[in-house]
């Protein structure tokens, strides 16, 4: 047996100096100036919490749904798994409206610099009318709001299942983590969208070829939808052995998201545009989502080559584009109405997958 010569990475544990220095960087404002006292009482608490290591504070008994109903659970993901139970059950009710879900994957918006609206925001607005007057129920997911409403985050994955799958939970059990103040996390809000979802439409700019950074945070940490462990007392958190135990008998690969229809529409103003369109339709179709088929899935250049300043004549004037737009709406709606009349089904739905992962 070859000897592991693996050597641990650098240490990322800040001293108390370092720590308060970083934490105290936020209150520059001066209106804390008078505050000092108290914020000495915060950072001191702030700096228990990070030395202790005290990621969920608040927990309880996982109870006997699970299979280890004695783990201490963290509240916080407790909440998030009803929400995405009764997301589901609102999916599965025949008595419940059909909903589709548009993303706006674009980071721009008038209510931070630069201050104007973004095109994405005026093709999404293309299409909702098209589901409302299908009788859809309409959520609309705006990531811009990353950029421009206080405490909206998606943190970053953490790569979890590249350790062994059953160690990625669904919903994500990394966030939040209040040792590092790692809090807000917009991703708890975000799965029961997608799963209460009967069809998502995704609206996005090309950004260098690649996804705009908000989306490809969502898809990152949208992994734990593809074959995540439902039971975080099953591997006792973070019990990296025992996770790697459960894959290693025969993990069987949740789709939590399997069935439900997809379109597309991607926009650039000269490269990229269908790589990302791809790009998408291959990440939807590996998690078992259906596209609604060619018109349901579009690319194209808004103002091809053309000033940026000009960008919004340009979509004004491209009304064949704007229709694409339309037509990837409808294509969808038709796609869930048939799927949910029993006259559009998966036809590789009862294939097994000799590679899931």
Excluded at 22 to 29: A, T
Excluded at 41 to 56: C, G, L, P
Excluded at 285 to 293: E, F
Aim: charged content about 25%; glycine content about 6%; overall charge negative.
């Amino acid at each position: 047996m070859q000897p592991d010569v693996r050597k641990g990475m650098p240490s990322v544990k800040l001293s108390r100096e370092e720590f308060e220095q970083r934490y105290r960087s936020r209150f520059k404002d001066s209106a804390f100036e008078p505050l000092q006292r108290e914020i000495n009482a915060i950072v001191a608490a702030a700096w228990d919490a990070y030395s202790h290591s005290r990621k969920a504070p608040r927990t309880r008994k996982a109870g006997p749904k699970f299979a280890d109903p004695t783990y201490d659970i963290a509240a916080d993901w407790l909440a998030a798994r009803q929400a995405i139970v009764a997301a589901q059950e609102q999916h599965e009710s025949l008595e419940e409206p059909a909903r589709i879900l548009i993303v706006n994957g674009s980071s721009r918006s008038e209510h931070t610099c630069p201050g104007e609206m973004s095109k994405t925001w005026r093709l999404v607005e293309l299409a909702e009318p098209v589901f409302r007057h299908m009788g859809f129920v309409v959520d609309i997911l705006d990531l811009s709001r990353l950029t421009s409403e206080f405490g909206k985050h998606i943190h970053p994955c953490k790569s979890c299942v590249a350790t062994a799958m059953p160690l990625c939970h669904w919903p994500c059990s990394c966030y939040p983590n209040y040792s590092l103040g790692q809090t807000e996390d917009w991703m708890n809000e975000i799965y029961p969208l997608w799963v209460a979802a009967h069809g998502i439409l995704i609206i996005t700019p090309v950004n260098w070829y690649h996804a705009p950074a908000g989306l490809k945070a969502m898809i990152d940490r949208l992994v734990c939808a593809d074959g995540g462990n439902p039971d975080p007392s099953s591997t006792h958190g973070k019990r990296a052995d025992e996770a790697k135990a459960l894959e290693l008998k025969g993990w069987s690969y949740p789709r939590h998201l399997a069935g439900r229809h997809f379109g597309i529409v991607v926009h650039g103003d000269s490269v990229g545009a269908e790589t990302l369109r791809r790009s998408l339709s291959d990440w939807l179709t590996d998690m078992w989502l259906v596209s609604s088929g060619r018109a349901g899935e579009a690319d194209g250049y808004l103002g091809y080559m053309e000033p940026y300043a000009t960008s919004h004549q340009a979509l004004d004037k491209d009304t064949a584009f704007q229709q694409e737009v339309i037509n990837a709406a409808h294509a969808l709606g038709n796609a869930v109405k048939l799927a949910r009349a029993g006259r559009l089904e998966d036809p590789g739905a009862e294939i097994n997958d000799p590679n899931p992962k």
